[in-house]
């Protein structure tokens, strides 16, 4: 099937022709549905704290967190280009005409062009914007008063000026200070100087990039290190990595068989956010925070994310510690009945562990074995938010071919929405995955987990794309916080809504909870 041009090409970036065969199998057998049991809701697979316990939680966090290496992981590569999808089609159609511009006016929805223009001088970046024009003798509000909205446009979008429609989400400005305007990674720079500096106050964080933004990313960073440092009295461990070309996977067209380019090479794509689990693991961390680039707000509404940080952080903390402890017991297997009982209890009951009816029938080393297995996996802590409408995954609890349950992150892709069964558990969901994690990646005795054994291969997802004018198909690996992670001890905890503020379009920067008061 592959040519020796196609195996150099398909060796070149440490891909196996084996690991291709099977891609190309996948998109021939598809993946199965994931079989939902019901949604994990307050009282069934998703804790809600009171007051009481949310105190408790902070104190426990901050009063341990100092035994732990922690770090702030920040996917961060994704590009801007599709925040301002609505603006790109409005400069290719956009002519002036005073119909055009009349009707541009009564435009009052918030994600529309006419709202953008309205509402220029609320962007963060209007001043550097304006900054740009006036290298080339032009005027921001001169253009604006003329309706000059395409060489607005060119300046923020095109390398003319700001090249805003080019550069990944983290380097553009989102949040407007005193002392200036911040960028996305900035606020996340700002978020770990709270909760992830160690004792010796150095706070880790890792962003991963794609190659051609890494370089201009390293330089914004530095460039604005020392404010942060100086301003928090700690240093930064700021660190990178590229998504690996291995993880890429082969496109094929609509009958199953390879897409070839114009000039004959095979077609690879990036495998979507689950083949970041490789730069997770990687990083052979102890604590690990997981947030999207563009999920933050300003200083003045984050006293909330900080303390749930540290709720998500104490709950893992306090139950890895009994997790550990439970571990050191059944590998030294002296253990009485009474214990081995105590055990299965803690792992049914506070990890959410599935306890299949034939283990009581299981020979007292069958149990010890059994629990292990189960107790020696890496562990999350999700925060989710009450779902108000918001395209993405959930909380829910799933089956597998065993009939064994556990709790997942399932995203719509995933489901079977035809099946009036499955429709059901959906419409019963309450909450959504703001992707809000806490990761405890080393075993009992201090080693790092191999990430990669405890992803579902059978949780990716197809889809159908275009590449010079020719329709193919693509495949995306298990997702990073979905079936990257679908082996792991799982529990999800109630935050408030909040916590949850992402920017997936560039008018969302002018909700309230964006602006400055």
Same mark, same amino acid.
Request: hydrophobic share 35%.
């Given at each position: 099937m592959f040519t020796e041009k196609d195996l150099q090409q398909i060796k070149s970036k440490g891909i196996s022709p084996e690991t291709v065969e099977k891609q190309m199998e996948r998109f021939k057998t598809g993946f199965p549905f994931i079989r939902l049991a019901a949604p994990a809701v307050p009282g069934n697979g998703l804790l809600s704290f009171g007051e009481i316990e949310v105190k408790e939680l902070k104190a426990f966090?901050?009063?341990?967190?100092?035994?732990?290496?922690?770090?702030?992981?920040?996917?961060?590569?994704?590009?801007a280009s599709r925040?301002?999808? @609505?603006?790109?089609?409005?400069? %290719?159609?956009?002519?002036?005409?005073?119909?055009?511009?009349?009707?541009?006016?009564?435009?009052?929805?918030?994600?529309?062009?006419?709202?953008?223009?309205?509402?220029?001088? =609320?962007?963060?970046?209007?001043?550097?914007?304006?900054?740009? /024009?006036?290298k080339d003798g032009l005027d921001l509000e001169i253009l604006r008063q003329q309706k000059d909205y395409n060489v607005i446009l060119d300046y923020l979008l095109t390398d003319k000026g700001l090249n805003y429609g080019m550069l &990944?989400?983290?380097? /553009? $400005?989102?949040?407007?200070?005193?002392?200036?305007? @911040?960028r996305a990674f900035e606020e996340h720079l700002a978020e770990a100087a709270h909760y992830a500096a160690n004792k010796e106050g150095v706070?880790?964080?890792?962003?991963?990039?794609?190659?051609? !933004? %890494?370089? +201009?990313?390293?330089?914004?960073?530095?460039?604005? @290190?020392? =404010?942060?440092?100086? $301003?928090?009295?700690?240093?930064?461990?700021?660190?990178?990595?590229?998504?690996?070309?291995s993880t890429d996977t082969l496109a094929v067209d609509l009958h199953n068989e390879p897409f070839h380019n114009e000039d004959g090479s095979l077609l690879f794509r990036p495998g979507g956010h689950g083949a970041l689990i490789e730069n997770l693991n990687d990083l052979k961390g102890e604590i690990i925070f997981v947030k999207n680039i563009d999920n933050i707000v300003p200083d003045r509404l984050r006293d909330t994310t900080y303390l749930y940080k540290k709720v998500i952080g104490g709950l893992l903390f306090r139950l890895q510690e009994k997790t550990f402890d439970y571990l050191d017991k059944l590998e030294d297997a002296n253990l009485s009945d009474e214990a081995l009982d105590e055990i299965k209890t803690f792992a049914h009951e506070q990890l959410n562990i599935f306890i299949p009816v034939a283990y009581e029938g299981y020979e007292k080393m069958e149990k010890i074995d059994f629990l292990f297995g189960k107790l020696n996996r890496p562990m999350r802590v999700a925060g989710?938010?009450?779902?108000? #409408?918001?395209?993405? #995954?959930?909380?829910?609890?799933?089956?597998?071919?065993?009939? *064994?349950?556990? /709790?997942?992150?399932? +995203?719509?892709?995933?489901?079977?929405?035809?099946?009036?069964? %499955?429709? =059901?558990?959906?419409?019963?969901?309450?909450?959504?995955?703001?992707?809000?994690?806490?990761?405890g990646v080393r075993d009992y005795q201090g080693d790092p987990f191999d990430l990669r054994e405890f992803v579902d291969p059978q949780t990716g997802?197809?889809?159908? =794309?275009?590449?010079?004018?020719?329709?193919?198909?693509?495949? *995306?690996?298990?997702?990073?916080?979905?079936?990257?992670?679908?082996?792991?001890?799982t529990l999800f905890v109630e935050a408030p809504l909040v916590t949850f503020n992402p920017v997936k379009t560039i008018n969302d920067l002018?909700?309230?909870? !964006?602006? &400055?008061?």
């Open positions: 966090f901050d009063e341990t967190k100092d035994d732990y290496e922690i770090l702030k992981f920040v996917p961060a590569s994704g590009a925040m301002f999808r @609505r603006l790109f089609a409005f400069r %290719q159609s956009f002519s002036g005409t005073p119909e055009e511009i009349d009707r541009l006016e009564k435009e009052h929805d918030l994600q529309s062009p006419g709202y953008f223009f309205k509402n220029l001088e =609320k962007f963060a970046f209007y001043n550097v914007l304006s900054e740009a /024009l006036q &990944p989400k983290a380097l /553009l $400005h989102f949040h407007l200070y005193p002392d200036g305007p @911040r706070a880790r964080v890792h962003f991963t990039v794609s190659p051609e !933004h %890494q370089q +201009e990313f390293e330089k914004a960073v530095e460039s604005v @290190r020392g =404010k942060y440092e100086n $301003h928090f009295g700690i240093r930064f461990d700021i660190s990178f990595s590229q998504q690996k070309p989710m938010v009450k779902n108000e #409408g918001e395209p993405g #995954g959930g909380p829910f609890w799933v089956v597998n071919e065993q009939d *064994e349950w556990s /709790l997942q992150i399932v +995203e719509s892709s995933q489901m079977n929405l035809k099946d009036v069964e %499955q429709q =059901k558990i959906v419409s019963g969901a309450t909450h959504f995955n703001p992707v809000d994690l806490v990761c997802f197809i889809s159908v =794309k275009s590449k010079d004018g020719r329709e193919l198909k693509a495949l *995306e690996l298990p997702g990073l916080w979905n079936g990257a992670m679908a082996d792991w001890i002018l909700r309230p909870q !964006h602006q &400055p008061e």
